[in-house]
C-alpha cells in the first residue's frame, strides 16, 4: 500500500477530530525524515478517499438494524461530518510561497511551527535538505567550517535549488510552503518569488529578527545540546553578519517581521500572517529571474 495513502489516513482524522494542528505536526515530521515530498501530489486525492471512507461506513451504521436510535443518530453525524470534510478537501484551499529571513540563531524553525497547523503547510528546512543530499541523517555533525565540505558556495547553491524545487511541488499540490531558511542574499530570494509570481500564489517574507546578544547565546546553546539540524557555531554568525544582504523595498512590501520566543506575539504574527496571505495584493508581480554563469 502506499505510505502517502496511509499518511493520509490518519491525518484526515485527525482534522476531523478538530486536531488539524497534529496532522500537519505528523505530515511534516513524516516529510523531514522521508524526503518523500514528491508523493504530496496525491495527498488532496487521498484525503478525499479516506474521509469519502469513513462517511460511507458512517452511512451503512445509521441504516443498520441492529444499530440502537442513538447508535443511528451518532453514526449520521459522523456521516456529515466526514462527507462536509471531504467536500472541503475537493474545493481545496489556496497555497503560498512563504520564505523565512534571519540569521542562525533568530528562531525561525521555532516561530514558523505553529504556522504549519495554522495553515495547513508544509515546511522544507535547508539544514535537513543540505544534510540529506550528502546522506546524512537531520542530526549528523559534520564539524565543517565556513566554505568548506557541504558549506561550500557550491553546494548552497543546490540546498537552495533543492528547496525551491520541494517549493514548487507542494504549492502545486495546493498547500502553502514554509522555507526554512536563512535568505540573507538577494539572489536566493529572487527565485522564490518568482516562482510564487509564476503559480500566481501569495508570497511572503517572515522577516525573523533577534538582537547579536541573542544571536550568540542561542547559537551557542544549540550546539552544546546537539539536538537540532543546525550547524551554525559563532563563526558561522559572524560570517553571516558580515555578508547579509537587507531586503530591498520591493521585498519590504511582502514581509512581516517577527521576534521568536513571545508565544502571545507568534500566536498574533500567525493569525495577521494568515489574514495578509488571503489578500489578492500578496500575490507578487512577475520578476527576472537571475541568470547563472
Known sequence: MDVVSEAAFLMMDLEAHGRRDLA?????????????????????????????????INLIRAVQTTSTPAESRQALTDYHRYITLADAYVRGSRSAIIITHGFSGSGKTTLTRPLLGALGAVRVRSDIERKRHHGLNALAWTGAAVGESAYTDENTARTYEQLLEHARVIASAGFPV??????????????????????????????VIASPAELRARVTA??????????????????????CEALTDDELHFATQARSGDEAAAQLFC????????????????????IRK
Not at 37 to 52: E, K, M, Q
Not at 181 to 204: M, W
Not at 222 to 240: I, Y
Open 24 to 56: 500537519f505536526a505528523f505530515l511534516n515530521a513524516y516529510l523531514e525524515t522521508s524526503g518523500d515530498y514528491a508523493g504530496i501530489r496525491l495527498l488532496p486525492f487521498y484525503f478525499v478517499y479516506r474521509s469519502v471512507v469513513r462517511a460511507k
Open 271 to 290: 493569525e495577521n500572517l494568515a489574514q495578509r496571505l488571503r489578500q489578492t495584493d500578496a500575490v507578487p508581480p512577475a520578476v527576472e529571474r537571475p
Open 178 to 207: 514554509i522555507v526554512d531558511a536563512t535568505f540573507l542574499r538577494r539572489a536566493q530570494r529572487t527565485p522564490f518569488q518568482a516562482l510564487a509570481a509564476e503559480l500566481a500564489v501569495p508570497f511572503a517574507i517572515v522577516d
Open 222 to 243: 544549540r550546539a552544546a545540546r546537539g539536538d537540532d539540524a543546525s550547524e551554525a557555531t559563532l563563526p558561522v554568525l559572524q560570517a553571516q553578519l558580515k555578508y
